[in-house]
């Protein structure tokens, strides 16, 4: 393997699915501000939005993940221009 190609932050992180609460732990260079602790030990944390837990391509289920009401909008428009 060629030396000095890899970050120097390359370490494990924790990422946290907002949608389920799911965390798991990785290795990662991101920057991060927060810290949480999982399985007693301390790693630091980025927060998702959607991850392979609760993607619908994964789970077979279908959610909608509105994000400042855009569902809705398109929704609106959507049934405005088919009548």
Do not use: W
């Amino acid at each position: 393997m060629k030396k000095g190609i890899h970050p120097e932050a390359y370490r494990l992180v924790a990422f946290k699915d907002m949608s389920n609460e799911h965390i798991f732990v990785t290795r990662s260079c991101v920057n991060t501000r927060e810290t949480i602790v999982h399985e007693g030990v301390e790693y630091p944390v980025v927060k998702v939005e959607i991850s392979n837990t609760s993607h619908p391509f994964y789970t077979g289920k279908m959610k909608l993940v509105d994000t400042a009401g855009r569902v809705d909008k398109f929704l609106n428009r959507y049934k405005k221009i088919q009548k």
